[in-house]
């Protein structure tokens, strides 16, 4: 299942995820400029089980080169496909997270996951010669966050069906369930100190993320957090909203809501609406003109209910400015 967006969208803008994302995308190309260094750099950058547990090994390294590991192994990875995995996912989860916590709060919460992640992968494999490098420790974090916070949250998704593709929107509580059950059930099949994906450290890290985000709850948001708060508020609704409708049993018009903001009510706007119809969603374009007022119903002809004689009734949007 691949996710394409989910419902909530943060009320300011993420900046320190695209940050993450954009210092991943540097990190890469660094990666790719190593050329026939590459295999040094990884040893020395990623998480060797292998140096901290051989006593020979790792008096040959500092304790910060032994540290050090740990942040910076988030930001190495495999290959384009899991660089391309892994940031998609933070897209998707870490703004809503980001909100919530602030983005000076965020950014300790996302680098504290990556690390504990990465402490129960060396406690895991032990004895491995194998670098562990990638972000997915951390994100596992982010997406255990999102599961606790927003658990009926939709996440619209894409499910490849042999060679078919079919959309649909799932609770995030199915999605993320589902997620760590295959987690949990790849880690159990795979021997430990071998190569490959680390599904114990994406377990460890949900679980971190689970635990994490109601002890960074209680902590107060910090002065500069609040002050890039005030710079980062969206000034505008999402572009794209779910509508919906509803009508009285005899009644072929439909009535539902449209958000959106002070600014646009004074300037207008234009919104994507998806109208369920059925078992899919017909997407409109609306036009929000300007002054509009708050409870002003914008009237969609022929999107309401159809009898058997096929004559259909209209969607009725009242608009709703958010203060």
């Not at 260094?37 to 998480?47: Q, V």
């Not at 910076?72 to 933070?90: A, E, K, P, Q, R």
């Not at 606790?148 to 894409?158: F, G």
Request: one cysteine or more; glycine letters at 10%.
């Amino acid at each position: 299942m691949i996710p394409i967006r989910d419902a909530i969208r943060s009320k300011t803008f993420p900046v320190v995820n695209l940050l993450i994302i954009i210092a991943n995308g540097i990190a890469f190309l660094w990666q790719l400029y190593q050329g026939p260094h590459l295999r040094e750099a990884l040893y020395f950058y990623g998480i060797v089980p292998l140096r901290y547990s051989n006593p020979e090994l790792s008096v040959q390294f500092t304790f910060l080169e032994q540290a050090f590991p740990f942040i910076t192994s988030m930001f190495l990875h495999g290959g384009f496909f899991h660089i391309l995995g892994n940031m998609w996912f933070l897209y998707i989860f870490g703004d809503n997270i980001e909100d919530r916590l602030g983005h000076i709060r965020y950014l300790i919460f996302y680098l504290l996951c990556g690390m504990a992640a990465g402490l129960i992968h060396l406690y895991t494999n032990w004895d491995s010669g194998i670098p562990t490098i990638g972000a997915s420790g951390a994100i596992s974090g982010i997406m255990g966050a999102y599961l606790l916070l927003y658990p009926r949250s939709r996440i619209y998704t894409l499910i490849p069906i042999f060679f078919f593709f079919q959309f649909v929107e799932i609770p995030a509580f199915i999605f993320l369930g589902y997620w760590l059950l295959i987690q949990v059930f790849s880690a159990s099949l795979t021997p430990k100190n071998v190569g490959g994906v680390a599904f114990w450290a994406h377990v460890g890290g949900f679980a971190v993320g689970l635990v994490f985000i109601k002890l960074f709850d209680l902590i107060p948001r910090m002065g500069l957090g609040q002050g890039l708060r005030h710079y980062t508020d969206r000034k505008t609704t999402p572009r794209l909203q779910t509508i919906s409708p509803q009508s009285l049993s005899e009644e072929l018009d439909l009535s539902g809501e449209i958000l959106i903001t002070p600014k646009e009510a004074l300037q207008g706007a234009r919104k994507m609406v998806a109208v369920p119809q059925g078992l899919k969603k017909r997407h409109i374009i609306v036009t929000i003109p300007q002054r509009v007022r708050q409870g002003t119903q914008l009237r969609l002809k022929g999107l309401g209910r159809a009898d058997r004689e096929g004559n259909r009734g209209d969607l009725f949007l009242e608009v709703r400015i958010l203060s």
